[in-house]
């Protein structure tokens, strides 16, 4: 009989903890009638008690020890008030730990029940001293709390009650994407910078998990609301863990009961809910933030611009993430004209699509400044359009962000100083307000710029014809030759095939280290991501917010052979010393790492023989939606290491041919597209 409370795994959850894929665990199950019987969940998605999962694998020899940071999400998990309930304790204990640690060392040293007993007063205190009274963190404490919290403040004594808190609620957030709505933290930097460096206050009336605000820094005290209790109370949680403002947190509705409704802070960062026709349209009719214009019942999003300058101190500033309907509805033409006269929408910046959820369309960030009575309107709006800088297409998107942030705060900061931007075709512009006062008041950033030159002007196409020219020549002269035939089995006696091994028997001896990439890291790193090791491309990716996974064995190496675990096509990468191989890059999520010893393995023939169409096609799964690859079931003979350089060097040979030909591809690409450019504006001639 299970004890109650006893923490439940899933097959994916238990394929992490054994660092094999998916299907690894599927066959486990057939093959292995001692495997664990499930004790929960449904029949397509059964879960299983840990204690039991943990002594099969490591009575099978595939698991030493399960991590501590594995171990604390399994508890998460198992509370009886579901995950949320379980964060929310975990990170009221955390406050604690951070804010009173001699406290905390106190009652860590009591016995569990008078823990149990202590705790709640000092955690009272510390909660009240951050949040203010009426904060939405409410703990129920649940039967087997005390392991919970014992087990997360060990985490933290390794990593720090922050980035415990932020792990914990990452793992949450991954487990669970069609529920929340999130800001990526580029987006949330992006807004933070726009609002500028002198930021003390802050309001934040849908902050969903607190990324914008957390991206403030020098803040002193931010407003945070949301009209999920669950997201309010780890909003206020993540911010209070996260720095040392003081943080006033609400549940409800901001257009509805607004928490803060004298507030006057010095900017407003918001992502709200797009497409709302229920946001109160009736019973707010006569509300006074409708300064600008009562919001159709289909204009949700100008509501919220409204309630975002209505809180704003003047001169303050706002920064919302808007999908770009907002921009061109018909509906809202009265209300953007009277932004515009009155001089409170200041920059419209076109995002490239995957920038933030959801990842399919360009959205839009609106700069608002709420203006002082007797200043004089702007006369021109600064539209920027940053597909421009994404040469690739929106594949690219999160690639090129960190030129995007660039170029936008660049533009920004000369056109709040000055009223002015240097003009760029295609990217940027300084449009007169009357220009935009039109029948339609469309402030789309693309319909109002110049076109860019022609593939970037004549010079630049030619350019191009000449390096299309040369890389076309260089794909010609590594071609490779026809394929030698067999010789006739009468020629020679038949040599007997080699015996095969597999990528999961080489790690367990020692021949290659293998290990899922994560993409978090620290310096600035870059990321090489799965997009990159199939089309051929150098690191383009950024890293997320540190965390416990980013550890120094997920950094490439010359001599590394990165794979996608996800999609149909078979692809892997060698990292040789150039950095656009990947050398130096954090690798990515939906990767995996293999270092081969150099005395067992070379690295070209591990790479080619993985790429083999019959081999991954054996080591795949797949599910409705996805194939997935179980590196671990890949073949490669066993052949000595003068016959592994042999192979290696053709397949080396063949990964030069394969690049050329991409190369070429992408260039000729760029050189029709460019002549159509040309011949469509008259900037080149048909002759």
């Known amino acids: 009989m299970l004890e109650e409370n006893v923490p439940e795994v899933t097959a994916a959850e238990i394929a992490r903890l054994a660092g094999v894929g998916r299907a690894a665990v599927s066959n486990w199950r057939r093959r292995h009638p001692d495997f ?17 999962v943990e002594a099969w694998l490591r009575a ?13 999400w399994q508890q998460v998990t198992a509370h009886p008030g579901g995950a949320v309930a379980a964060l929310v304790e975990a990170g009221a204990a955390l406050l604690v730990v951070r804010d009173r640690p001699a406290r905390w060392l106190e009652l860590a040293a009591l016995p569990d029940d008078r823990l149990a007993e202590r705790l709640p007063a000092v955690r009272d205190e510390a909660l009240t001293a951050r949040l203010g009274a009426g904060h939405p963190v409410t703990v129920r404490p649940a039967a087997g709390a005390v392991t919970l919290l014992r087990a997360v403040a060990e985490l933290a004594a390794g990593l720090g009650a922050r980035q415990a808190f932020e792990f914990l609620l990452g793992r949450h957030l991954e487990a669970n994407p069609r529920q929340y709505t999130l800001t990526p933290d580029g987006c949330a930097e992006l807004m933070a910078g726009l609002a500028g460096p002198g930021v003390r206050t802050a309001l934040d009336p849908a902050c969903g998990t607190g990324s914008p605000l957390r991206a403030l820094t020098g803040a002193t005290v931010l407003h945070a609301q949301d009209a999920s209790p669950e997201l309010a109370a780890l909003a ?9 403002a003081r943080i006033r947190a609400a549940a409800a509705d901001s257009l509805r009961a607004d ?22 349209h009736e019973e707010l009719a006569y509300d006074p933030r409708w300064e600008y214009g009562f919001p159709a019942r289909t204009e949700s999003e100008l509501a919220w611009i409204q309630h975002a300058l209505a809180r704003l101190r003047e001169g303050g500033t706002a920064v919302l993430l808007m999908p770009p309907a907002a921009a061109a509805r018909r509906s809202g033409r009265r ?9 409170a929408l200041r920059a419209v910046v076109s995002l490239p699509a995957g920038a933030a959820p959801p990842y399919g369309i360009p959205l839009q960030l609106w700069v608002l400044r709420k203006p002082a009575p007797a200043a004089a309107a702007p006369a021109g709006l600064l539209l920027l359009d940053t597909a421009g800088l994404d040469p690739d297409g929106p594949a690219q998107a999160r690639a090129a962000w960190p030129d995007v942030r660039d170029a936008v705060l660049a533009a920004w900061t000369a056109y709040d100083r000055t009223g002015a931007t240097p003009e760029t075709p295609g990217v940027s512009r300084v449009v007169p307000v009357v220009e935009l006062l039109d029948d339609d008041v469309d402030l789309t950033p693309a319909r109002h710029l110049p076109p860019p030159a022609a593939g970037g002007g004549l010079a630049e196409l030619a350019a191009v014809r000449d390096r299309l020219d040369a890389t076309l020549a260089r794909a010609a002269r590594l071609t490779p030759p026809p394929a030698a035939p067999v010789g006739p089995a009468a020629a020679q006696p038949a040599a007997a095939s080699p015996s095969q091994t597999t990528v999961g ?32 491309t150098a690191p383009s990716g950024t890293a997320a917010t540190p965390g416990p996974d980013t550890v120094e064995t997920l950094v490439a190496e010359p001599g590394d052979v990165v794979v996608p675990v996800v999609g149909a096509l078979s692809a892997a990468r060698v990292v040789t010393e150039d950095p656009a191989s990947g050398a130096g890059a954090v690798i990515g999520r939906n990767l995996q790492l293999l270092r081969p010893d150099p005395a067992a393995l070379d690295p070209w023939f591990l790479a080619g023989f993985l790429r083999g169409t019959a081999n991954t096609r054996r080591a795949s799964s797949h599910a409705s939606t996805a194939t997935r690859l179980d590196v671990r079931r890949l073949q490669l003979p066993r052949l000595p290491p003068a016959e592994q350089r042999r192979y290696g060097a053709r397949f080396r040979a063949l990964a030069e041919f394969e ?11 760029q050189l029709v597209q460019g002549l159509y450019d040309g011949l469509s504006d008259g900037s080149v001639t048909p002759e």
């Open 505 to 536: 028997e080489l790690a367990r001896a020692g021949a290659l280290l293998l290990r899922a990439g994560t993409g978090t890291g620290t310096g600035g790193l870059p990321v090489l991501t799965e997009y990159d090791v199939y089309a051929g």
């Open 36 to 52: 664990p019987r499930p004790v929960g969940g449904t029949e397509t998605s059964p879960s299983f008690a840990l204690p039991e």
């Open 335 to 343: 209300i953007r004209a009277d932004l515009l006269r009155r001089g």
């Open 259 to 280: 928490a803060f409704p004298d507030a006057a802070v010095d900017a407003v960062l918001c992502h709200p809910p797009f497409n709302e026709r229920n946001w109160g």
């Open 60 to 72: 099978q020899g595939k698991l030493a020890e399960v991590p501590l940071r594995e171990r604390v």
């Open 659 to 669: 690049d050329a030909l991409r190369l070429a591809g992408r260039l000729g690409e």
């Open 236 to 244: 206020a949680l993540r911010l209070a863990l996260h720095g040392s």
